[in-house]
């Protein structure tokens, strides 16, 4: 219009609106994302992928944050500019370290099972025992970073007490002990195969049933007195 020379209240009236609150409405915008994303990440069962995309969807309301502030007070952009910068490149560093993880994970995965199960048949003569042995260890069970004692209950029509109670004295341990010794005894297995050579301990970790690094190597280190790296040295 300033080039032609023509004018249109109407137009300029809407200019100056889009100018006036077009920020707020993009902050508004930014935030039904969030969300909504929050929304479709609760349906996530993988824990791994959901803990850093929770890290990253705060991250984001938080810029959006230090945006309204910025806005409404009139400051300067540069802590919400440099903010932006380490989550964009935050989220590199996801996409091409964390991804990795999990694509060497879904890779292990189908390295692992191309052959058929095997039948397993539990030692122990309790019944329900070995409805749970059938369940935890022949069906794999503890490769599910979600598996709980009360989850494993309920496949078992038991009380999550009733099985503590069963596992304590037909096996002489906790569930939690049981389940991560499977799982390490898991990683000690990938470990000594040359197959598994080439993926990261992280992801065979993953694929093992750990939902995190940090829970992996201590109950790696408090079953073995070694770290993943250390016994995958002395082998």
Avoid: C
């Avoid at 809407?14 to 969300?35: D, R, S, T, W």
């Avoid at 944050?65 to 935050?90: A, G, K, Q, R, T």
């Amino acid at each position: 219009m300033s080039y032609t020379g023509q004018s249109n209240a109407i137009i300029i009236g809407f200019a100056e609106l889009l100018v006036a609150y077009g920020e707020y409405a993009a902050m508004l915008f930014n935030l039904a994302v969030v969300v909504y994303a929050y929304k479709v990440l609760s349906k996530t069962q993988n824990i791994y992928k959901k803990q850093w995309l929770q890290y990253a969807l705060t991250a984001i309301t938080l810029a959006t944050v230090l945006w309204f502030v910025s806005v409404v007070f009139d400051e300067n952009y540069y802590f919400l500019w440099i903010l932006v910068s380490v989550i964009i490149y935050w989220l590199g560093h996801v996409g091409i370290y964390k991804y990795g993880i999990l694509k060497e994970a879904d890779q292990i995965h189908v390295l692992k099972y191309q052959s058929e199960k095997k039948e397993f048949k539990s030692k122990s003569k309790n019944k329900k025992i070995m409805a749970f042995e059938a369940l935890v260890k022949g069906e794999k069970k503890y490769l599910d970073p979600l598996a709980s004692q009360r989850n494993i209950a309920e496949n078992l029509d038991l009380s999550p007490e009733h099985l503590s109670t069963l596992i304590n004295q037909e096996l002489g341990k906790s569930f939690n002990t049981y389940i991560n010794e499977l799982r390490i005894e898991e990683v000690k297995m990938m470990l000594k195969n040359p197959e598994f050579d080439n993926y990261s301990l992280m992801a065979i970790g993953l694929e093992s049933g750990f939902n995190s690094k940090s829970s992996f190597y201590a109950s790696f280190k408090k079953h073995t007195g070694q770290t993943p790296s250390q016994y995958k040295q002395s082998l």
